[in-house]
């Protein structure tokens, strides 16, 4: 397990030199609000409407924007200062604030249960959870399915311990699961719906009745101290595009389908599987989240136990 959290931190480090690099340009600039997106999601909503720029530039702001393919690096880059805002599942921010990350939860979005699934083959001989002792599970490491899996694991009996986790992007994975190289893949939308789309793969599990998939949002902690206005103001901007969405899902399919490269249809069945309303902070939802940090820290996954409280938005600020 220690070389495990030592191979653990040496990619973080690997990965913040990467970020570091790429985003270094957006360093030495004032008045700029720097947000890191995911190719999915509200904030790359929010970005192709377009309607943040003007709110922020009649308070003397810049919106920059950086893309990144997971949450792990998003928050590697608030890490080191590259961005200000942007938005992950639950378990980046996990291991983010056990490796000191000046973090901030600012909002988050309901629980969508059914937005992440462990996947199987169409013809594989895995029924259930149960069955992928001694089998090898595709999932991208910190992601928010790796604390889909240790629970469906622990919920069906399995010790973590019994499977063997294979640590790539979904890109890499969707190869590995339709060559054979894996048995499952655990993956969140839109993939997961991509994948049961061109694949006709199967769940064994998706998150309901094991865990919550809240996706939340997060400011760093001296953007929030110096900026508290303009992260409100992003917020309320991700609040009506979230009402656009939820009332106009086809619409919204139509619009993230070509930078997805994912065809309408199969972005509108992952659009419905996501929760809209984005929240304040609240203490059930700490709770929740608090829950996730001991499971980690009780696994080994991060190297000490960490208080959600400590790096959360108290209501009213």
Do not use: C
Request: net charge positive; proline share 7%; aromatic share 8%.
């Amino acid at each position: 397990m220690k070389r495990i959290v030592r191979r653990v931190i040496a990619a973080i480090v690997l990965s913040i030199g990467i970020v570091a690099a790429a985003v270094g340009t957006s360093y030495g600039q004032d008045k700029v609000v720097r947000i890191g997106y995911q190719k999915y999601g509200k904030l790359v909503l929010l970005k192709s409407k377009g309607t943040l720029e003007p709110k922020l530039a009649a308070d003397g702001y810049k919106v920059v924007w950086t893309e990144f393919p997971s949450g792990p690096p998003l928050l590697e880059a608030l890490n080191v200062g590259a961005i200000d805002f942007g938005n992950t599942g639950e378990a980046p921010p996990i291991f983010a604030q056990a490796a000191g990350a000046p973090i901030q939860y600012v909002a988050y979005e309901p629980p969508a249960p059914k937005g992440e699934a462990i996947l199987v083959p169409k013809e594989s001989p895995l029924k259930s959870v149960a069955d992928l002792k001694g089998k090898k599970v595709a999932l991208n490491k910190g992601s928010n399915v790796h604390y889909l899996l240790v629970k469906a694991l622990e919920k069906a009996g399995v010790k973590y311990s019994e499977i063997e986790t294979v640590f790539l992007a979904p890109a890499d994975a969707r190869a590995a699961f339709e060559r054979g190289a894996v048995d499952a893949w655990v993956i969140w939308d839109p993939f997961q719906a991509a994948a049961e789309a061109a694949t006709g793969a199967r769940t064994l599990a998706d998150g309901s009745g094991i865990v919550a998939n809240y996706q939340f949002y997060f400011a760093s902690k001296k953007f929030l101290e110096a900026n508290p206005k303009i992260v409100d103001a992003v917020l309320a901007e991700l609040s009506a595009v979230d009402d656009w969405a939820k009332g106009d899902i086809r619409a919204v399919a139509e619009q993230l389908a070509p930078s997805i490269g994912l065809p309408v249809p199969v972005v509108e069945v992952a659009l419905k599987r996501q929760s809209y309303g984005i929240k304040p902070i609240t203490d059930a939802v700490i709770a929740d989240q608090q829950q996730v940090a001991d499971a980690f820290f009780a696994l080994g996954l991060i190297p000490k136990s960490i208080k959600i409280s400590d790096v959360a938005r108290k209501p009213g600020t």
